[in-house]
């Protein structure tokens, strides 16, 4: 990619490839350790790996449910990271996923993971900003975002961004960090920003304003916060690693910090998790 890109999208960029020094050393040990499975890999064996969201796989699995993509739709992953979600999508509802992400590194895992998982014909993956989106006007049947959009100043920009790639009628898929009424600070670092203005919450009211600005009809949103929260405060009650030691080696030693302050500000009331769909008008 480019290196003309705006300052605050190159320091996302270096936030999520901060610890990734040989990407090559890392596409060999993620080999090495699918083929000591001794079985092929699936969305379930990979999940601890490749849904780096809250929540995992089964957020993915509900989201997908709400959103219910037909055979052969057309769907964007924005801001696709390892790509769990997009070969989910791929095996489980027979979608043709393009996945778009800033960091090359990841872009490399998921293409690597995609081959591994034989799905390298339904999905592929392009570096590329999700604010500048490669692609046609109304070229797909769905938009997927799954903890992406906080890392974007001009939500209203991206949400018409969205609506432009997307068919009339398509949906727009989401579950994303969303920020409390009166916007509270948040403990940092979080897992998606180490400073707070790198960090770009809005609350339930205004992510509804923005969409409708940008042409989406609202087909509900749910708070999931109590649900994944608790989840996530049962896992590290219980000791169990936020990620397998994959995941670790792309995050760096500061993930263990970043899970537990994002599970406190959870518990704390300073964030929430917004699930919804909306409708392209």
Known sequence: ?????????????????????????LLQAIDKALDAQGAPATAQSLAALDQFHAGGLPMTEELA????????????????????????LAAQWQAQVTGVDLSAAYVAVAQRLADRTGLASRVRYIEASITALPFPDAHFDL??????????????ALYREFRRVLKPGG????FDPAAADGQPELHLPVPWASTAGSSHLLTLVQTREALAGAGFADLGIDDMTETVGTMLARQLTAGAPPAGPHLSMILGPAMAVTVRNFA???????????MGVAEAR
């Open 264 to 274: 406190r500000n959870l518990q704390e009331g300073r964030v929430r998790l917004l």
């Open 171 to 174: 949906r727009l898929a989401f």
């Open 1 to 25: 990619m480019s290196t003309d890109l705006p300052t605050d999208t190159q320091a996302v960029r270096q936030h999520y490839e901060a610890h990734i020094t040989d990407v090559e050393a």
């Open 143 to 156: 938009v997927w975002t799954q903890h992406v959009v906080m890392n974007v100043a001009d939500r209203a």
């Open 65 to 88: 449910r709400r959103a219910a993509p037909q055979p052969g739709d057309q769907v964007l992953d924005a801001g696709s990271g390892l790509g769990g979600p997009s070969r989910y």
